[in-house]
């Protein structure tokens, strides 16, 4: 009976482990700098202006360590990434 409750426990602990890694897949500090590169190629892959999407996307997954996900909008997953703006009050990062 003490082997079915620990391995119950231990199936539970597994599956609320594997819940909150996927709840902060694209949040805040999701990622580490050397994620960067490929999450902004899968970011500017549908964009015909890949170089400086790519170029603008890896500088702030530098600085926020997110990259929101899909190809186009969803920023409010990464708020770093959403409200940094140019100096003329335009989104920076793609």
């Known amino acids: 009976m003490a082997?079915?409750?620990?391995?119950?426990?231990?199936?539970?602990?597994?599956?609320?482990?594997?819940?909150?890694?996927?709840?902060?897949?694209?949040?805040?500090?999701?990622?580490?700098?050397?994620?960067?590169?490929?999450?902004?190629?899968?970011r500017c892959s549908k964009t015909q202006y890949h170089k400086p999407c790519m170029f603008f996307c890896q500088k702030c997954c530098r600085k926020c360590l997110c990259v929101p996900p899909g190809f186009y909008g969803n920023k409010a997953v990464c708020p770093c990434y959403n409200n940094w703006k140019t100096k003329e009050g335009g989104p920076k990062c793609p």
């Open 3 to 42: 082997m079915v409750k620990f391995s119950a426990a231990l199936i539970l602990a597994l599956i609320a482990i594997s819940m909150l890694q996927a709840t902060n897949a694209y949040g805040p500090g999701s990622l580490k700098s050397f994620q960067c590169p490929s999450q902004c190629t899968r």
